[in-house]
């Protein structure tokens, strides 16, 4: 198995079980291993969900106040947008790939599990995130997106 896509699909499916089915990130994680990931795609599965789960406390409230302008709160949204969202905001704000690709991933995603509407709710919530994280338009999605 291999590729940033199917990996950023496991590590939501992982906080999705953590958060939903309570279960403890080390064992969502081990089950989530034992797909035959190669090195370097489990090494971003296991970063995604550690870095997203440790930085909840911070990455909440940029949701909360992107989303503000919906009917949705943070509590109210969907499980698996909710979980979509505090993934991509973290890699946004701490790791280096481009905020296009993050966008457009968690969007592709979104409209994988979530209802009709996830994709443009998740789409329009991290575009908001990303302005205020920067204070600029998000970058156009790179060629052959």
Known sequence: MGGRRQARQAAMEVLFQCEVGKRLLAEALEDARERGWGER???FIEDLCRGTLAHLRELD?????????STWRLERMSAVDRTILRMAVFELRHRD???????????ELAKRYGTEDSGRFVNGVLGGCYRRMTGAAVPASPPGR
């Open 41 to 43: 795609e489990w090494l």
């Open 61 to 69: 409230p940029l949701i909360r106040e992107a989303a503000a302008t």
């Open 97 to 107: 790939t481009p905020s296009s690709v993050v966008i457009n991933e968690a969007v």
